[in-house]
């Protein structure tokens, strides 16, 4: 259950998204450019794109019998070896910043055991990002944990908080240094997210199976990973990733105090219709916990659909709505009501660390792209500080239980030769960057 996109695709019928209607798009004039200090750029996750990252817990679950997953990520994008290929296309559209993660089952596979090799690995792709003048996003984790941590009981384990403490020390007293921002945790409320969404009682009981199959596999008495877990430790897991998040920015500032140090949310644009009471409720679910924290310089807002809530719960998306590929709500002023919400519950400083649309339409991903963006625009005027916008993704990589089925690269990735081709809407989104203004 990885990712909210791939998970309620699952859960609901598969919708081919319509073409694109090109009436939809506005001509309006281009706007005001953005900061002088907004920075561009797109996002990759390491066990999405690296490959072979076989000592992870979702490496593990990729392989078990019964599996949620499609298909086995195997070479992925193969960018553990090409990762100074995707710095230059990174490059080739004028990004100035690049998001990716650092891979914790890379770095300590081991209880005890760090790879110098692997620390040497991320510290050489944040300098790659230095002499491409590009800031360096990093996250701690991005889902992937150490399969030898899920089968202590993940974050059911109340000794989980101090073990990623641990691990994000050992990392940061040799890469904070050239961090331009870290994140701790890539959407630590997801699975509550996709509870209140009404994900049907046969998901949770293929991921009880596919967990119990890992714990067998690993003589394991319980074994959990970060965002594939049991319906039941929902709200135990929540309270430790709070602690956790704390725990891990205090020991990667330790190593350097002026590193801006947050989190990302998985957000959706939660509208009202006769009456604001369920949304409300749904978003103090959602989000509330995570946004009453102080202990972060800033909130990294990831949005990617609409929802309506009325007075008894979820409604059906309207007939006339843009639909993604797995047949959800895409509105381009969703980005900017989830960024305006965000600071207005936080104050806190915005980084959009993730934002974007599986499509098989790329007119459908430039539209998407360039509308939102003009929404964004609007918002950033009004006062709320957006520090950048980074994209998912850079490449149609690997999507989690829907394998590599659904597609939100701005890059295609022939899945023999590796080979990577801009797609035209990378293009526009290149031109938008270039003149830092729709």
Not at 95 to 123: C, N, T, V
Not at 189 to 203: C, E, H, M, Q, S
Not at 408 to 434: M, N, W
């Amino acid at each position: 259950m990885i990712n909210r996109r791939q998970f309620l695709a699952m859960a609901t019928a598969t919708v081919s998204a319509p073409l694109f209607a090109k009436a939809a798009t506005s001509s309006g004039e281009a706007g005001q450019p953005f900061p002088d200090d907004f920075f561009w750029g797109a996002a990759s996750a390491g066990h999405q794109v690296e490959g072979n990252n076989v000592n992870s817990d979702i490496w593990l679950l990729e392989h078990v019998q019964p599996t949620l997953f499609r298909e086995p990520s195997g070479d992925a994008c193969n960018s553990f070896m090409l990762w100074e290929k995707d710095l230059d296309l990174c490059k080739a559209l004028g990004f100035s910043a690049y998001r990716f993660s650092i891979e914790w089952a890379r770095i300590q596979p081991e209880p005890g055991l760090y790879s110098q090799a692997m620390i040497d690995h991320y510290k050489r792709i944040i300098e790659g990002c230095h002499k491409r003048n590009m800031v360096p996003l990093v996250s701690f984790n991005h889902f992937a944990s150490p399969v030898w941590f899920a089968a202590k009981g993940g974050w059911t384990n109340p000794q989980a908080p101090s073990l990623f403490a641990e691990y994000c020390s050992k990392a940061a007293v040799q890469l904070a240094d050239g961090i331009g921002y870290a994140v701790t945790f890539n959407e630590p409320n997801l699975l509550r997210l996709l509870k209140v969404l009404g994900v049907p009682d046969f998901v949770w009981d293929m991921q009880d199976k596919m967990l119990t199959a890992a714990a067998k596999a690993t003589n394991s008495e319980y074994f959990c990973g970060l965002n594939s877990a049991r319906l039941g430790d929902l709200d135990v897991i929540n309270e430790q990733l709070l602690i956790g998040h704390k725990l891990a920015r205090e020991a990667i500032k330790a190593q350097r105090s002026n590193l801006d140090v947050g989190f990302t949310l998985a957000m959706l644009d939660d509208q009202s219709k006769g009456g604001d009471a369920m949304r409300d409720k749904m978003c103090d679910y959602n989000y509330g916990a995570w946004l009453a924290v102080e202990e972060t310089d800033f909130i990294g807002v990831q949005n990617y659909e609409r929802v309506e809530w009325g007075p008894d719960g979820k409604l059906p998306i309207p007939a006339d709505a843009q639909l993604n590929h797995s047949g959800h709500w895409v509105e381009p002023t969703s980005l900017a009501n989830c960024v305006q919400y965000t600071y207005n519950k936080t104050k806190k400083p915005i980084v959009v660390t993730e934002h974007g649309i599986g499509t098989e339409d790329d007119n459908q991903r430039s539209w998407f792209i360039r509308e939102s963006l003009r929404n964004l625009q609007q918002t950033i005027e009004g006062g709320v500080p957006v520090k950048g916008y980074i994209h998912w993704t850079l490449l149609d990589n690997y999507e989690w239980i829907s394998g590599y089925n659904e597609h939100f690269g701005l890059h295609t990735v022939d899945r023999t030769t590796f080979e990577r081709k801009a797609k035209p809407s990378a293009h526009e989104y290149a031109a938008i960057v270039k003149r830092n203004r729709v």
